[in-house]
């Protein structure tokens, strides 16, 4: 199947840092990419929608103006924690769409560790 | 709303089959899919099916889906030591819409 990179695969940061994440698809073109949170033992959380070009749509209860989504081409989306907190520690993981012959495909990232002291 | 609901464990001797159950409410869902997520992992996409199929099957995993009811299954035969992990079922909702989720079945297999 097609791959989905992330990186950093892990980052601890001290607290009212920046961090930024970034998403790459490998082998194909992404014009939707999704950012997901998932807390421990949990399901994933979607937090935002991305379209290649355009503003990211973000689910209700996201702070839009913390967690900045950038999808600046058809390979590549960042997201972005500003001024992180220790409740912003979770594993982070993205995903991307491929829609190939009318089959929609989406997968998934190995995921980002953030720990915020 | 759109909501998928999966039982949470299920413990399996290996070699035996193991099932994972799923029911969803979106009777628009076009595909439904089955992920696996091994522990501090990201999620492996294991298969799909369209919603106009009854089952699919490959290798050792097979995938039913009752439309009428909105229930899927995974079926994952011989299962080994390898195969556990989380399973999530997720479905596509409307039309351009992310993948909704379950909760996720931890699959528990002992030799």
């Known amino acids: 199947g097609a791959v989905v990179s992330q990186h950093p695969s892990w980052v601890i940061c001290k607290s009212g840092t920046s961090v930024k994440i970034e998403c790459r698809s490998l082998d194909f073109q992404a014009t939707t990419m999704f950012w997901y949170r998932q807390f421990p033992k949990q399901s994933l959380m979607l937090m935002a929608t991305s379209n290649e070009g355009s503003k990211a749509t973000y689910e209700q209860g996201v702070e839009k103006d913390k967690f900045l989504i950038n999808h600046a081409s058809l390979t590549l989306s960042t997201l972005t924690v500003t001024s992180a907190h220790p409740e912003d520690s979770s594993f982070y993981i993205c995903s991307a769409r491929e829609v190939w012959r009318g089959l929609v495909e989406q997968y998934f990232g190995p995921g980002t560790r953030l720990t915020v002291t | 709303g759109e909501d998928v609901e999966q039982s949470l464990f299920l413990s399996v001797r290996e070699g035996d089959s193991s099932v994972i159950n799923c029911t969803y409410t979106?009777?628009?869902?076009?595909?439904l899919y089955w992920y696996k997520q091994e522990p501090g992992a990201g999620l492996q996409l294991l298969t799909y099916?369209?919603?106009?199929?009854d089952m699919k099957q490959d290798q050792r995993l097979t995938v039913l889906l009752n439309k009428k009811d909105k229930h899927l299954s995974l079926r994952i035969a011989d299962t080994q030591t390898g195969d556990s992990a989380i399973y999530f079922c997720a479905e596509i909702g409307q039309a351009g819409t992310a993948l909704i989720f379950g909760k996720g079945t931890t699959l528990s297999v002992s030799s």
């Open positions: 099916i369209f919603s106009n199929m």
């Open positions: 979106d009777s628009s869902s076009t595909y």
